[in-house]
């Protein structure tokens, strides 16, 4: 059975960085892209970042794009969610996601597996 295990989440203020990981078990882990969706209070589940099966290929939300970097180390079978200059409206749940091939993909539909959540808050 796979599981991804999101940690790292927490209030932080505005301008701040944060790191947030996924561990993955139940499967080659690197056989697949991996991504990141956030789901803000009120709102739809909403696309952040992906990563294809070694890394080469990633894709951002143009409201991420040049604060966040999504990365992964398939010897320890972890994604992690870098994110710099964080705003108010960064504030959300987020979600790790485990994909159905190797390549980094943005439809959530297209995507097997998700782990629990982690919030990240982020203050004025």
């Known amino acids: 059975q796979v599981q991804l295990v999101e940690s790292g989440g927490g209030l932080m203020q505005a301008g701040g960085s944060l790191r947030v990981s996924c561990v993955a078990s139940?499967?080659?882990?690197?056989?697949?892209?991996m991504g990141w969706f956030r789901q803000a209070p009120g709102k739809e589940r909403e696309f952040v970042a992906a990563?294809?099966?070694?890394?080469?290929?990633?894709y951002y939300a143009d409201s991420v794009k040049g604060r966040f970097t999504i990365s992964r180390d398939n010897a320890r079978n972890t994604v992690y969610l870098e994110m710099n200059n964080l705003k108010p409206e960064d504030t959300a749940v987020y979600y790790c996601?485990?994909?159905?091939?190797?390549?980094?993909?943005?439809?959530?539909?297209?995507?097997?597996?998700w782990g629990q959540g982690t919030l990240v808050t982020v203050s004025e």
């Open positions: 990563i294809s099966w070694i890394g080469r290929d990633t």
């Open positions: 996601a485990g994909g159905s091939s190797h390549y980094a993909q943005t439809d959530g539909t297209q995507f097997q597996y």
């Open positions: 139940g499967r080659t882990f690197s056989s697949y892209g």
